[in-house]
């Protein structure tokens, strides 16, 4: 099977841009949770989805959002970005046993 | 609130050497999922092992193993014959009763496997 991807692999952008994600998860898998990694706060949950529907949030503002697609892809948006949203954006997907497998992450970085 | 703890930031080891990654954790949850993660450089994380809280018989895989013990809270990580390609950050995680709840991560530890 092939393993959750994720595009882009690298952005750069400025502040108060807006910045979309992807996530493609692993076939057969209906959950996707989405992390931020920075050297500060170390891995931090954002949001998870499943069958489309919003599960659980984590504690970020509300300019973090995130979409599931009917083929279980998801993309995440951070909008009016802040010099402190530069980060490995990691995402995950699980399925029945509920084991969250990792894609490479979007390493983004704001100017 | 749960809560992972890896008390080493950082490792180093000349190869072959044993080298034990400590993980404490806190859940108030009677039903929880222990984790083990390995993030090499190029920054996916992989997954290593999952343990349910109710079984706490240890596990061997190849040069891993891991000791579970509900009593002291741990779930630690032995890598035996450390080789250079162990180098990584490993991360402890933790999820709640359902299974479905997110992962809380601990800090991480660097492990530098040194030829």
């Known amino acids: 099977k092939a393993g959750v991807t994720q595009t882009p692999r690298y952005l750069i952008k400025t502040r108060g841009q807006q910045v979309t994600l992807s996530c493609s998860p692993i076939s057969g898998h209906r959950s996707v949770s989405w992390y931020q990694q920075t050297p500060g706060q170390g891995l931090q949950f954002l949001f998870e989805?499943?069958?489309?529907?919003?599960?659980n949030k984590g504690n970020f503002p509300g300019r973090f959002s995130g979409r599931q697609f009917s083929n279980s892809r998801s993309e995440m948006n951070v909008s009016t970005l802040e010099l402190g949203d530069s980060a490995l954006y990691l995402c995950a997907s699980s399925g029945v046993t509920h084991t969250q497998y990792f894609g490479p992450g979007t390493r983004l970085t704001v100017l | 609130a749960q809560k992972v703890t890896q008390a080493q930031t950082e490792i180093s080891v000349v190869e072959k050497e044993d080298v034990t990654l400590d993980c404490v954790y806190e859940?108030?949850?009677?039903?929880?999922?222990l984790f083990w993660y390995k993030q090499p450089p190029s920054g996916e994380l992989v997954f290593l092992i999952r343990?349910?809280?109710?079984?706490?018989q240890n596990e061997i895989s190849g040069r891993y193993s891991w000791n579970f013990q509900k009593s002291t809270s741990s779930f630690n990580f032995t890598i035996t014959a450390s080789q250079v390609v162990d180098s990584a950050v490993y991360f402890c995680a933790l999820s709640g009763n359902s299974g479905n709840t997110p992962l809380v991560f601990g800090k991480g530890t660097r492990l530098s496997v040194i030829a």
């Open positions: 859940t108030r949850d009677t039903t929880y999922y």
């Open positions: 989805y499943f069958s489309e529907t919003q599960r």
């Open positions: 343990r349910n809280s109710f079984d706490e």
